[in-house]
């Protein structure tokens, strides 16, 4: 017979969280090709746009294209999975970085596929990855010519079909009038906040202004390890927290 405890131990083990950061394709709108320029001018009044940005779709496609997958690119994924190691639990934390699109994707693909062969009921789970992370990586993969992986076609599925788990789907509990940031669930939760929210501006400027992709992807396994750890609470692990394991 098995216990609730050790089913619970086995979901948590077949689990990998993620975390995706995002930049527009160009910071510069002169290199921004002609027919997404049109696309983004007309979804600019679709948007709800600073001041600053309403007659200027430079200014706002800098701040904003990163949210897009049409007019977006992924620089860098976080990635963390739960192992015991000797007599304590770590969350494993590896990150893909890369300035060309395709090589990161085909590599997260490899990656993603090496995980299912190992754990054939693989469960995502991340920060409003459903909203965001998994529809926007599947994007960009087709945009780049790259077959989606198995666990990743979710075509035709009905969302009870989908087992990947969103904790702020989890913390919602059925209320979706509202977002809560990842960093305030941590608090209530009694997590180490790792780090702050940031807003795709700030990713966008320290990627494109600053040229840090380290950085980026510093910050990006932070959340990937503060969202295991609320994860856990949200599933009612009640022991000490892993402690993070850089690879």
Request: with cysteine; net charge negative.
């Amino acid at each position: 017979m098995i216990t609730h405890k050790k089913t619970e131990r086995a979901y948590f083990h077949k689990t990998l969280i993620i975390d995706i950061e995002t930049v527009p394709l160009s910071y510069d709108w002169n290199l921004v090709p002609d027919v997404l320029k049109d696309h983004w001018c007309h979804k600019m009044q679709f948007l709800s746009l600073k001041p600053e940005e309403e007659d200027d779709p430079a200014a706002s496609f800098a701040a904003r294209a990163g949210i897009y997958a049409e007019f977006g690119k992924i620089v860098c994924v976080g990635m963390g999975y739960i192992m015991q190691q000797e007599d304590r639990k770590v969350v494993r934390l590896k990150t893909i970085r890369n300035d060309d699109e395709k090589v990161l994707l085909l590599e997260l693909k490899q990656t993603i596929d090496h995980f299912h062969r190992q754990n054939k009921d693989i469960i995502f789970c991340g920060h409003n990855i459903k909203e965001f992370d998994i529809p926007y990586i599947c994007r960009r993969m087709l945009v780049n010519g790259i077959a989606l992986p198995e666990c990743l076609d979710l075509g035709g599925l009905k969302p009870w079909q989908v087992s990947h788990q969103d904790t702020l789907e989890l913390w919602r509990f059925g209320d979706y009038k509202h977002y809560t940031g990842l960093d305030l669930m941590a608090q209530l939760l009694g997590v180490p906040v790792a780090a702050p929210e940031m807003n795709k501006t700030a990713i966008a400027r320290m990627y494109w202004e600053q040229n840090d992709l380290d950085m980026v992807a510093d910050h990006c396994l932070k959340q990937v390890y503060m969202a295991a750890l609320v994860y856990m609470r949200l599933k009612g692990w009640q022991e000490a927290l892993p402690d993070p394991l850089y690879v």
